[in-house]
């Protein structure tokens, strides 16, 4: 017999509750932001909307089906099985954060607050979450497919994100490493690469293209083509690249088809690898390790 659908309700601590663990009660809270200028109406009035949003979406589960809700900080602990319906109650952030963790199940975005989120991932309201949960396990549900980037460890690690990856030294300071392309693509071969020192690399999606991404490619002025959110294409960014006797820098962008990947070769004490901002979620490389960077196996099924 198999099982029920579950629906797991991904949410993630307000602001109103960090407050409050750490500063015990309400009227502490109050005093401290008053001391800045701030007022805790807004962040209580937030904090009540989007408990308001997850109640909501939970009453609209269907009820034969199970249910449970993990919080942003636990995802990395969180055990996803192939019956769940993901839910994410949140910002567009949120489902970049669970995106990782999943293995094709389909996730629902739901905006807690509309107009204030661009409303790339979380694409629905609260109202429509009943709907979404039922249609969620029909044959032949329609979802994006969206692309994700993948690092590859030569210790087997690996790490996936939804929107970038970024390589460097924790802190962003100078970091040295070895870059090269290799691939299946016309003309690839592998080469002995360009040593670099910058402030990082970073490699993104199409989805990806719509934040951190698109600033360095705006700054620069480049004329790479970013990808879109479905289109199996990633862009790369190298960072403040820095021209010396023994560091190069005439490989600082391009884009990577299926097939084609980065390499890089670590020249440094420590360098770190993490995806979509979550840097407490990181591989750590050191000397002479070498990782690749590409387009992932899976990819994130939104439902539309």
């Known amino acids: 017999m198999s099982l029920a659908p579950r629906a797991v309700l991904v949410h993630r601590t307000t602001e109103y509750e960090e407050l409050l663990a750490r500063h015990g009660t309400h009227g502490q809270a109050d005093f401290f932001l008053a001391s800045r200028g701030r007022s805790i109406r807004d962040v ?9 949003a997850l109640a909501a979406v939970a009453a609209a589960v269907p009820l034969q089906w199970r249910q449970t809700r993990v919080e942003r900080g636990d995802l990395d602990r ?21 995106a990782k963790y999943l293995s094709g199940q389909p996730v629902v975005g739901i905006d807690t607050e509309p107009g204030r989120n661009p409303g790339v991932l979380v694409r629905h309201r609260v109202e429509d979450a009943r709907r979404l949960l039922r249609s969620a396990v029909l044959p032949g549900r329609s979802a994006d497919e969206l692309t994700m980037v993948e690092a590859v460890a030569d210790d087997t690690q690996r790490l996936p994100a939804l929107n970038e990856i970024y390589l460097g030294r924790p802190g962003h300071q100078t970091a040295r490493y070895r870059l090269d392309e290799d691939g299946e693509g016309p003309g690839r071969k592998e080469s002995g690469g360009e040593a670099q020192a910058s402030s990082g690399v970073l490699v993104g999606t199409g989805t990806g293209a719509t934040g951190w991404l698109r600033s360095l490619w705006q700054e620069r002025g480049s004329t790479l083509a970013l990808p ?26 391009g ?33 002479g390790q070498s990782v690749s960077l590409g387009i992932a196996d899976t990819s994130l099924r939104l439902l539309d």
């Open 44 to 52: 209580a009035r937030r904090h009540h909307r989007a408990q308001q």
């Open 228 to 253: 879109g959110p479905a289109e199996p294409r990633l862009a790369w960014f190298v960072r403040e690249a820095w021209p010396s006797p023994t560091t190069g820098t005439s490989r600082v962008a």
């Open 78 to 98: 969180f055990l996803f099985a192939p019956e769940d319906v993901v839910v994410v109650v949140g910002q567009d952030g949120l489902v970049a954060n669970t």
């Open 255 to 287: 884009v990577l088809g299926r097939g084609q990947r980065l390499r890089i070769t670590v020249e440094s004490d420590r360098l770190v690898v993490f995806g979509d901002g979550m840097e407490s979620d990181a591989l750590s490389l050191t000397w």
